[in-house]
């Protein structure tokens, strides 16, 4: 036998065991199809970020620090000073309170909260009613015009933030939302008197 006739018999037989391979490959049902399950690749185990409880807080406070600092800065219009917007808040929200409670809820002296009581008056935004449960001393109440201001120059001083927010994807502001549900629900569940040192 020439050597042309041994190199075409074994082109015939690598071409054979290549058919036979490809028969076997279309005949065999694949894992899939054999299981009814679909292999899918293990996601990576997420990365656990250890945080103090202290640190969190630590940062908390420095973001609500820069907060307060911004939305000081924000013109409120319609006059609406920092210690006005407080104070209208303070009756708006709280319900109506004598001039001493609105004092030390504020932590200023008495007197200073008098004469910013007189000017709030004076433009219509808090108005003097019998304290019902002492009748030789008065409450202040927010009146109407001073609950519209209040809603007027809130919206005015969170405008810029809400501008911000709004430039965040969506996956940021869902983030972003369900940060500030947990921290109400801190600041609503939490107690704030100092622990009780040891005597």
Known sequence: MGKKSKGKD????KDRKKALRQAA???APST????????????PAPR?????ASELAARLAGISTVLQRHLSRTDT??????ARLSALALLVLGGPRTLGDLAAAEHVRPPTMTRLVHAMEADGLVARDKNPDDGRSVVIRATPR?????????TRQIAPLAEAISDLD?????QLAEAADV???????SRWEPADSDQ
């Open 10 to 13: 074994k082109a015939k037989k």
């Open 25 to 27: 490959a279309q005949a």
């Open 32 to 43: 899939e199809a054999a299981t009814g399950l679909t292999l899918v690749e293990a996601a």
């Open 48 to 52: 656990v970020i250890k945080v103090e």
């Open 77 to 82: 219009g319609e006059g609406l000073t920092r």
């Open 146 to 154: 001073g609950v519209a201001q209040l809603e007027h120059g809130r």
């Open 170 to 174: 969506r996956d940021e502001r869902q």
């Open 183 to 189: 921290l109400g629900r801190v600041l609503r569940d």
